[in-house]
């Protein structure tokens, strides 16, 4: 079984300040692992994935994400935060090897203050 | 055009009505899914299918009903429909390398009173 953990309903940060988003993951076999951004009224949009490769993963808009498999984590960071970084963030996780499901955590949503 | 795209966007229908949610692609991808969103608990798996022949059931299938019409339209069904099936509802498709993530189409939000 697989299941994903985002600690935080609702995270606020100031505009240029770090953004931290928590997510652990349960997997029984070596998981892939994925982080989704949904802006308001839109479908969802892959951030970055880790598929085993390195364990630092850069994505798209200047967000990373490093995979610790020692803390079962793959916490997303982005070192200054922009207004336009306020949606509501999906970590996911998906079993290697196997049918193509992906499990999504509860998301969190990101506020960013002037 | 989008790659998955989803029809209706927004729908209103009142309990016990059929209603149906369709989903159309031009990724060429076998696999297709439906899930639901609810605020606060992300999204959910209905049903998936992983060609035309293969349906299978997801964490929430009661109450719902898909139709695997060609490899890239896949439909959801609400055969009697209640207030709590009211939620976003999204339809994805999923790359065919065994890494690969999914594209989402836009969403149908359906109320239903």
């Known amino acids: 079984a697989q299941s994903v953990t985002q600690l935080g309903s609702h995270v606020s940060v100031s505009e240029g300040a770090l953004v931290l988003l928590r997510c652990n993951y349960s997997?029984?076999?070596?998981?892939?692992l994925f982080w989704y951004v949904q802006y308001p009224n839109q479908g969802l949009q892959l951030l970055l994935k880790?598929?085993?490769?390195?364990?630092l993963v850069k994505g798209i808009n200047g967000f990373e994400a490093e995979f610790k498999k020692s803390e079962t984590s793959f916490h997303l960071t982005k070192p200054s935060a922009h207004m336009s970084d306020a949606a509501e963030y999906f970590c996911?996780?998906?079993?290697?090897?196997?049918?193509?499901?992906?499990?999504f955590g509860s998301g969190t949503q990101l506020t960013v203050l002037p | 055009d989008a790659d998955v795209t989803q029809t209706p966007r927004n729908r209103i229908t009142k309990t016990g009505k059929r209603i149906m949610l369709e989903c159309s692609q031009t990724?060429?991808?076998?696999?297709m899914y439906w899930y639901r969103q609810d605020p606060g608990l992300g999204l959910r798996l209905i049903y998936y299918?992983?060609?035309?022949?293969?349906?299978n059931k997801g964490e929430i299938s009661d109450g719902y009903s898909v139709s695997r019409q060609a490899q890239a339209k896949f439909s959801l069904s609400l055969e009697s429909a209640i207030p709590n099936q009211t939620a976003l509802y999204f339809c994805?498709?999923?790359?065919?390398?065994?890494?690969?993530?999914?594209?989402f189409g836009s969403g149908t939000r359906l109320t239903v009173v």
């Open positions: 299918s992983f060609d035309v022949k293969d349906i």
């Open positions: 997997s029984s076999v070596p998981p892939y």
């Open positions: 990724k060429g991808h076998d696999r």
């Open positions: 880790y598929t085993s490769a390195a364990t």
């Open positions: 996911a996780v998906r079993l290697s090897g196997s049918a193509r499901q992906l499990t």
């Open positions: 994805a498709t999923s790359d065919p390398g065994t890494a690969g993530g999914y594209t």
